[in-house]
């Protein structure tokens, strides 16, 4: 694993009034490791992102991205990031082509760039017949794996992927995982939440939050050798299920 750190949250705090829906969190990620982040909805896993990614700021806590300080910093933070929501975040109502050409410029590329490097994109895609094809019209298969590619188009040193192969095809989760695979091995840091535990197996390094903290950090082989699951699947369940009390 490279030892060069991209992101480094030391004690981090977040709350809202007297509610903290991240308590403590303290954790590293390396260039070129595909990091995966899971948790139950509520466990604080959106409000870290949110925060690594510069759109809110720590209570308390240090919170390094790409070496920028989030507390104090937090917009230069997005220039040196690449982000693809769950939720699908290109214009429907826009061209292949034209989605790429916006967020390239979102993402500060010079349009000549852009340009020069848009046909090799869509040609690595098998999307050159689709260059001109509205968004709204394309399968959501073909839809996500442009949002990553669009999100990467820059050359980020980090990509936030939340929930990115939610609601597609078991064929297609393994085509994205392909891509994910060879966006770490180009040097960018991919840091990805996913419902899919299956998919956890293929991170570098897995974290488990549970109730804004974490409770689990180490590779998927690790961390079912030290609890006795044979998946992390499993594994997720041992961990954050409320443990019986006893009579």
Known sequence: MNEQKVIEVDSLVKKFGSFVANNNLT??????????????NGAGKTT???????????????????????????????????????RFSLYEDLTVSENIELYGGIYGMRMKEIRTRTPELLSRLNFTGYADTLIRSLPLGLRQKLA????????????????????????????????IYETAGNGITVFVT??????????????????????????????????????????FVKITRPKKESV
Request: net charge negative; aromatic share 10%.
């Open 27 to 40: 954790f590293d990620v390396y260039k070129g490791e595909i990091f995966g982040f899971l948790g139950a």
């Open 48 to 86: 870290a992102i949110r925060i690594l990614c510069g759109l809110s700021r720590p209570s308390s806590g240090k919170v390094k991205v790409a070496g920028i300080d989030a507390a104090h910093n937090p917009e230069e933070i997005k220039k040196r990031i690449g982000y693809m929501s769950q």
């Open 148 to 179: 990553f590619a669009v999100a990467v188009f820059h050359e980020p040193e980090i990509v936030f992927l939340d929930e990115p192969t939610s609601g597609v095809d078991p064929i297609t989760r393994r085509q994205f995982w392909e891509m």
């Open 194 to 235: 996913t419902h899919y535990m299956d998919e956890a197996e293929y991170c570098d390094r897995v974290t488990i939050m549970n109730e804004g903290r974490i409770v689990a950090l180490d590779t998927p082989a690790a961390l079912r050798q030290k609890y006795g699951t044979a998946s992390v699947e499993e594994l």
